[in-house]
């Protein structure tokens, strides 16, 4: 789901990153308004380096092979961290890996971090519900790693089949695309069971983790 650079029209690349950098205005502005931001930079580094090396670890299905994101993890214990640990999450995956680009870092940003903050919204409306009854903190955490996934793969068909050049085929590049879209059911369901089992880890051994 990571945009590579030169696949894209320069005025959608530019677009991109001036709705990034809005979001990421925001996120920093909801950030300053807290008074444990200190408390949160240790938890936010490891999972940027956790969402970091997800990129690196592939899983084979069928017509494609796909990778663990993670962002409904982020979204579900950063809250308004999510989006600037996955800017820095793509990058040093764009510069190390080449997994995504430079140009599209800003469309990618959108396609992982919107996803993210709603996740974050998910997760913490089960406090609305339950409390910190442990079913419901995994099901809201199921929700959330499934949610930020699946959306995050519906906005990155949208993207890709919006901007396709005149030039290329388009039944087969969107027989190409739906493919990759189906392989990735799977991983929205996986996606969701591991932010389930974490969420709900976390809450028996350091709940403060996850209700921070």
Same mark, same amino acid.
């Given at each position: %789901?990571?945009?590579?650079?030169?696949?894209?029209?320069?005025?959608? =690349?530019?677009?991109?990153? $001036?709705? !990034?950098?809005?979001? %990421? =205005?925001?996120?920093?502005?909801?950030?300053?308004?807290?008074?444990?931001?200190?408390?949160?930079?240790?938890?936010? #580094?490891?999972?940027? $380096?956790?969402?970091? /090396? #997800?990129?690196?670890?592939?899983?084979?299905?069928?017509?494609? #092979?796909?990778?663990?994101?993670?962002?409904?993890? *982020?979204?579900?214990? *950063?809250?308004?961290?999510?989006?600037?640990?996955?800017?820095?999450?793509?990058?040093?995956?764009?510069? %190390?890996?080449?997994?995504?680009?430079?140009?599209?870092?800003?469309?990618?940003?959108?396609? %992982?971090?919107?996803?993210?903050?709603? $996740?974050?919204? +998910?997760?913490?409306?089960?406090?609305?519900?339950?409390?910190?009854?442990?079913?419901?903190?995994?099901?809201?955490?199921?929700? #959330?790693?499934?949610? =930020?996934?699946?959306?995050?793969?519906?906005?990155?068909?949208?993207?890709?089949? *919006?901007?396709?050049? =005149?030039?290329?085929?388009?039944?087969?590049?969107? $027989? !190409?695309?739906?493919?990759?879209?189906?392989?990735?059911?799977?991983?929205?369901?996986?996606?969701? *069971?591991?932010?389930?089992?974490?969420? +709900?880890?976390?809450?028996? /051994?350091?709940?403060?983790? +996850?209700?921070?």
């Amino acid at each position: %789901m990571h945009i590579p650079d030169g696949m894209l029209p320069p005025q959608v =690349a530019i677009a991109g990153y $001036a709705i !990034s950098g809005g979001v %990421m =205005a925001w996120s920093l502005k909801q950030i300053e308004r807290s008074d444990r931001t200190q408390e949160q930079i240790p938890k936010a #580094s490891l999972l940027t $380096a956790a969402f970091f /090396v #997800s990129s690196s670890l592939h899983i084979p299905i069928p017509p494609a #092979s796909v990778h663990l994101v993670l962002n409904g993890l *982020l979204g579900a214990m *950063l809250g308004y961290y999510a989006f600037p640990a996955i800017v820095i999450g793509l990058f040093f995956q764009a510069v %190390m890996f080449q997994h995504g680009g430079l140009s599209t870092l800003g469309v990618n940003a959108i396609l %992982m971090g919107l996803p993210a903050l709603l $996740a974050g919204y +998910i997760f913490r409306s089960r406090l609305s519900f339950s409390g910190n009854n442990r079913p419901w903190t995994g099901l809201f955490g199921f929700l #959330s790693g499934s949610t =930020a996934v699946g959306l995050s793969a519906t906005l990155f068909l949208s993207v890709v089949l *919006l901007t396709l050049p =005149a030039d290329i085929d388009p039944n087969l590049e969107q $027989a !190409s695309l739906w493919g990759l879209m189906f392989a990735h059911l799977p991983l929205v369901i996986l996606e969701g *069971l591991f932010t389930a089992m974490v969420v +709900i880890f976390l809450e028996r /051994v350091k709940p403060e983790l +996850i209700n921070g």
